[in-house]
């Protein structure tokens, strides 16, 4: 048949013959290979659990412990036994060596406030940008930075010193000695260790409320409040040393102006900050009124701020310092006004009772302020009796109270310092708390605490006993829980407000600033360690 050329031409498709043998017969020897290699391995590792099983020591029941026990003692050639027991007796180890932090919980926290573990270290909502100050550095870490700085004359002392920490530089503000006391466990612990009692702390309670019902609507006190009978108003009309004075004694007992379950206070505490912040000066930091005045009103705000950590106040606080810095004069001291007058020991020991509550808080305080500072303690310093006067050398019980303060805060000169011995020894000792001396009682009590020892003992038994007793205790009078200022030297200036406040300070001291040595570490250790024996 004939083929149509226009035909397109049939293609077929054939499928050539099937490679699999060749392509197995290529893999087999890879895959023996792998099979072979990956078999050894399991081998192996089955092989290495099996003698280690071999080699393993049965577990030891408490039966076989207590046996070996036994056999122990049975056997006293055998002494190398690792599990042995020893009866320890309590009384006789080093356990009852002091050491510088409390071993005891009696609380779950020692800051204010409920435990939050999803916050940061430090004080809920504080400043972040400055340090937190509710837990202390462990002493001790050399001589610059937090808790070095041995004292230049340190050794054995009266008392066998346990140590005497430094704080912020060799020759800087201590560690210890700051706010750490004032809350939860720790200043319970404070109080104890310390020697206050439940009558104290009652009395502490109840001139606090006496404190604040002296308080005005506009969140000031006053020296000469009308609200107080004449015989009680001070002759001086200071509203900024008022106030201070009315939230000094809040603050110590660890109470801020944040507002918390267990703090009544708190409103108060506010009002009073805002009244000093609306009177000071907002360029040069001045408080007003007098360097008296402005010091006591520095601390009390760098102690407001040290212990909240609220932002708000770091600025007022910081003004306050800087005002110090700015007016101190080139003798190193201050006088009445902000003018950089020649110093006096007086209004000396109040700015540097500030400078001091700055660095605690975080503060910026240069290093030269405190230098000329303790310059003029030297100017006003007797170096043949250890005495201190007014505006050079002498020998005033008052004003060798308030810079023997000074030096251990600015020096560091603890209990196994010579010239704090003799000074002490000389005018401390010899004018016990027996007389009503609110000013004198103020600072002495503070340098005892820190000198700590039976001197302190002694001297703290005494003067508590006299102010607690000293306290107006009539319920149905609108002074209760105070005490009247007559008799006092300083009674008629500043009224029953400054006597009630410098008071309640003094029966603070416990927990207010912890102690800046550690002597006998612990007021009741004696009676601790008789019992336990």
């Known amino acids: 048949m004939a083929v149509n050329s226009k035909t397109p031409p049939v293609i077929s498709l054939h499928e050539p013959p099937s490679d699999i043998g060749r392509t197995v017969l290529r893999m087999l020897p890879a895959s023996i290979g792998s099979i072979l290699f990956h078999g050894l391995l399991i081998g192996l590792f089955f092989g290495y659990m099996w003698a280690m099983s071999l080699g393993a020591a049965p577990p030891q029941t408490e039966t076989a412990r207590t046996d070996n026990v036994v056999n122990a003692e049975e056997r006293p050639d055998e002494r190398k036994e690792p599990f042995t027991t020893v009866d320890i007796d309590p009384a006789a180890t080093e356990f009852d060596t002091d050491i510088q932090y409390m071993v005891d919980r009696i609380a779950e926290v020692s800051v204010p406030g409920s435990v939050d573990p999803t916050q940061a270290v430090g004080i809920i909502d504080g400043d972040k940008s400055a340090p937190p100050v509710n837990l202390p550095a462990p002493g001790g870490f050399g001589s610059k930075g937090q808790g070095g700085a041995l004292e230049a004359f340190s050794g054995i002392g009266n008392s066998n010193a346990v140590g005497e920490i430094g704080g912020y530089g060799p020759r800087g503000m201590p560690l210890q000695g700051t706010f750490y006391g004032r809350s939860g466990a720790t200043r319970e612990y404070a109080l104890r260790d310390g020697g206050g009692t439940k009558a104290s702390e009652a009395a502490v309670a109840r001139g606090l409320k006496w404190l604040i019902r002296q308080q005005m609507p506009d969140g000031k006190w006053m020296l000469n409040s009308p609200t107080l009978p004449d015989k009680d108003r001070g002759r001086e009309s200071n509203d900024i040393a008022a106030t201070a004075l009315g939230l000094l004694p809040l603050l110590a007992a660890g109470k801020t102006h944040k507002p918390e379950k267990d703090n009544p206070y708190d ?142 805060y600015m020096q560091n000169w603890g209990p196994s310092h010579p010239r704090m011995q003799a000074s002490i020894n000389r005018y401390i000792k010899t004018n016990p708390p027996d007389r009503q001396d609110v000013y004198y009682y103020y600072y002495a009590t503070q340098v005892m605490h820190h000198y700590g020892g039976e001197d302190w003992k002694d001297w703290n038994e005494k003067m508590r006993e006299f102010l607690i007793k000293k306290q107006d205790g009539n319920q149905a009078s609108a002074s209760f829980g105070s005490w009247d200022p007559a008799g006092d030297a300083f009674g008629s200036a500043g009224g029953r407000l400054m006597i009630t406040s410098l008071n309640l300070l003094t029966l603070e001291v416990y927990y207010r600033y912890l102690p800046l040595y550690y002597r006998d570490a612990g007021y009741n250790k004696d009676m601790a360690v008789k019992k336990a024996l």
């Open 267 to 408: 409103k108060n505490i506010d009002k009073g900050l805002k009244f000093l912040i609306r009177s000071q000066d907002q360029k040069t930091g001045y408080f007003g009124v007098s360097m008296y005045a402005h010091g006591l009103a520095s601390i009390a705000m760098c102690e407001a701020y040290g212990l909240s950590q609220d932002p708000a106040l770091r600025r007022p606080a910081q003004l306050a310092i800087n005002l110090l810095v700015n007016t101190q004069h080139e003798g190193g001291g201050w006088r009445y006004g902000p003018s950089k007058q020649p110093g006096d020991m007086s209004v000396q020991g109040w700015q540097i009772m500030a400078l001091k509550s700055g660095q605690m808080a975080g503060l910026d305080v240069p290093t030269v302020t405190i230098k000329k500072a303790i310059a003029f303690l030297d100017s006003c310093c007797d170096a043949n009796t250890e005495g201190y006067g007014y505006t050079g050398p002498g020998n005033s019980n008052r004003l060798t109270a308030v810079g023997l303060l000074c030096r251990q």
